[in-house]
């Protein structure tokens, strides 16, 4: 069956640290999405990508960074991890229409110390 | 911009009571989706309904039913004779654009025994 995937599920690291979450599609959706759950703020866009090659901000992209290497894969990038980082993250996929639910993955916790 | 608003923040009913979740968007496109998403305490968020623009029909799942109202901006979720398997937070969604999905904050159901 078709799924979606991330890695590490749980991440503690230090401040200052480049940090990867990774993220792995077997839909063979074209448009994937990085979210971050935090309390009080629901699900916020930080980047999105809709094909190889293709990479865009969304509201909350400062201090982040992803890369579209094949159709599978949206890799997200702290460059250097602060504190306001820790949060709950999720990865999810979708097909190339609107009308398309969005597939999530089970979100990496990721904790900066 | 898109928004969507999901006033309450926290809702506590005892088990067999009706709760109903108020969602209200806003968004300047003529043809939009809008969706549902439940996330129990495990943490993954599984899609739930998905509705255009262009319908307005109430749709009735088992125990879950969608008022969607285009007048007042409103996509409402009702949960019938509520379980304790209910309690979770849930989310409504709009899409925007290529697919990307603005939150709302999330609706914490606490379902008590």
């Known amino acids: 069956d078709a799924e979606i995937t991330q890695s590490p599920r749980h991440k503690i690291t230090e401040t200052g640290r480049q940090v990867t979450l990774a993220c792995h599609q077997t839909?063979?959706?074209?448009?994937m999405f990085w979210y971050r759950q935090d309390l009080g703020h629901g699900l916020r866009l930080i980047h999105y990508?809709?094909?190889?090659?293709?990479?865009n901000k969304g509201e909350v992209s400062d201090g982040y960074s992803v890369s579209r290497s094949n159709t599978e894969d949206l890799p997200l990038t702290l460059e250097s991890a602060a504190s306001s980082q820790t949060s709950v993250y999720f990865c999810?996929?979708?097909?190339?229409?609107?009308?398309?639910?969005?597939?999530f993955g089970p979100g990496t916790r990721l904790t900066v110390t | 911009a898109q928004k969507v608003t999901q006033a309450q923040t926290e809702i506590s009913v005892v088990e067999k009571e009706d709760v109903t979740l108020d969602c209200v968007y806003e968004t300047r496109d003529t043809t939009y989706y809008l969706f549902w998403y439940k996330q129990p305490p495990s943490g993954e968020l599984v899609f739930l309904i998905r509705?255009?623009?262009?319908?307005?029909q109430n749709e009735i799942s088992g125990r879950y039913s969608w008022n969607f109202q285009k007048s007042t901006s409103s996509f409402n979720f009702t949960i019938t004779a509520s379980q304790v398997v209910d309690s979770a937070v849930y989310f409504c969604a709009l899409s925007y654009g290529n697919n990307r999905l603005a939150f709302g904050k999330g609706n914490q159901v606490v379902v008590i025994p």
């Open positions: 509705r255009n623009s262009f319908d307005e």
């Open positions: 990508s809709y094909g190889v090659q293709d990479t």
């Open positions: 839909w063979n959706h074209n448009n």
């Open positions: 999810a996929s979708s097909e190339s229409n609107r009308a398309h639910e969005q597939y």
